[in-house]
């Protein structure tokens, strides 16, 4: 994708593939439902999306860094070669496709009109009758402190050589990040697609991911309650399956609901759930409202009481089982505790590990994790077999692996495990 532009209908059968996959589809008899366009979920989290790639504005933007060096770079050898093959006698903005040109060349002219929206140079924030600096594009394109520097650089009329400026990045470097955000929010119109909330309440939650992109579901309205089912025409009952007393749509069964309610009246918070329902929100309204008037701790809780109360329907409806209501909300708390002393241990696991700086010979205990069932953890980076007397945690190749004390034993071999 760096160097070849990558057809449309190409990218477009890769965004489906990748649109099915994200919405579960596993086969030609389970298609899934297509909750939400892709164009949608191609925006960024701050505007409601999942910040997936548009793989065409992705693909301009990295053939646009190859463009960048050979304006920037006329001394390496590429840019000696496509100078002298097309386009020797002007600049490169000035170049044309040329008669038979390579696919690279044609790619990456493609890019241009990206590079042209980005590009600066030392000349256009300089007044050219003046001699001084233009103060009103300069705050425009950098800080306080940046401006300060600029302006306290003299301007020599002896210099002539210009140089080429990014005005997307502070550093005036191109980079593929700002190019492909320069390209998806100014060049493709994608303001229709965006949603006016805040959004970033919702991802900078201490919580983990299968929570919070629950919530965003909710506030997208693209989980599958049987109110949102029956309006995609799947022929469903609407009722509750908590209560039996009242459509299921999202405010219902997160908070309005008896069941609910109840787990609500749990948290030390619960007051706040119970006035913020006295206004007629929708669910997503409910979400923002109250992420804006808890602490950090209790939001998290919040989203995992969420997450806890949809797995008590899910439990209801597909194994006939009923949680209790203070299960409901022991099962919130743990969760939330857990991911909290598994981020904990993170950082200590990661610091032994750069802190070796080379494999070990042998399995080595990196740190007792604190908060965990399991006592012991080891890195598994030699053959070794392990029959433990506890239950241990191994950290191998594919991510953290628990092997119960009830274990036969596993084979441990260049850091992946098998159980013999």
Request: aromatic share 10%.
């Amino acid at each position: 994708m760096s160097i070849f532009t990558i057809p449309s209908s190409l990218c477009d059968e890769i965004e489906k593939m990748m649109n099915s996959f994200w919405w579960g589809h596993s086969g030609a008899r389970n298609k899934g439902i297509h909750w939400m366009s892709w164009d949608k979920l191609s925006m960024h989290k701050n505007d409601g999306g999942m910040g997936f790639k548009n793989l065409t504005a992705f693909n301009l933007a990295l053939l646009g860094k190859q463009g960048w060096r050979i304006m920037s770079n006329p001394d390496i050898l590429i840019s000696k070669l496509y100078k002298a093959k097309y386009f020797p006698g002007c600049e490169f903005f000035e170049s044309k496709v040329g008669h038979n040109p390579s696919f690279v060349w044609r790619s990456i002219c493609n890019s241009k009109f990206l590079l042209r929206a980005g590009h600066l140079v030392v000349a256009d924030v300089i007044l050219p009758d003046t001699k001084g600096w233009n103060l009103p594009l300069l705050t425009t394109l950098l800080d306080s402190s940046g401006i300060d520097k600029v302006l306290h650089t003299p301007l020599f009329d002896s210099v002539v050589e210009d140089k080429h400026i990014w005005r997307m990045e502070k550093n005036g470097v191109y980079s593929v990040r700002s190019a492909y955000r320069l390209c998806v929010q100014e060049l493709l119109d994608t303001s229709h697609l965006k949603m006016d909330d805040t959004w970033n309440l919702i991802w900078k939650l201490k919580a983990p991911s299968r929570v919070r992109n629950l919530l965003w579901r909710i506030c997208r309205r693209c989980v599958p309650t049987r109110v949102n089912l029956w309006s995609r025409g799947v022929n469903c009952t609407t009722v509750c399956s908590l209560c039996n007393d009242h459509d299921e749509d999202s405010r219902h069964v997160f908070f309005d609901c008896p069941s609910s309610r109840n787990v609500w009246s749990m948290c030390s918070f619960g007051n706040k759930i119970i006035a913020a329902l006295h206004n007629n929100y929708a669910a997503s309204n409910l979400i923002f409202d109250l992420l804006q008037q808890l602490s950090n701790e209790d939001a998290s809780l919040m989203a995992c009481v969420i997450w806890s109360i949809w797995k008590q329907r899910n439990n209801r409806i597909w194994n006939n089982v009923i949680d209790a209501q203070n299960f409901v909300f022991s099962r919130a708390a743990a969760l939330i505790n857990d991911w909290c002393a598994v981020q904990q241990a993170r950082p200590d696991v990661m610091g032994q590990l750069a802190r070796d700086n080379a494999i070990p010979s042998k399995l080595q205990e990196i740190k007792k994790l604190p908060r965990l069932m399991p006592s012991k953890a080891f890195l598994a980076t030699s053959s070794a077999f392990i029959k433990p007397e506890e239950d241990t945690i191994i950290l191998v190749s594919s991510g953290l692996l628990l092997v119960p004390s009830t274990s036969p034993g596993v084979s441990v071999s260049g850091g992946n495990i098998r159980e013999t």
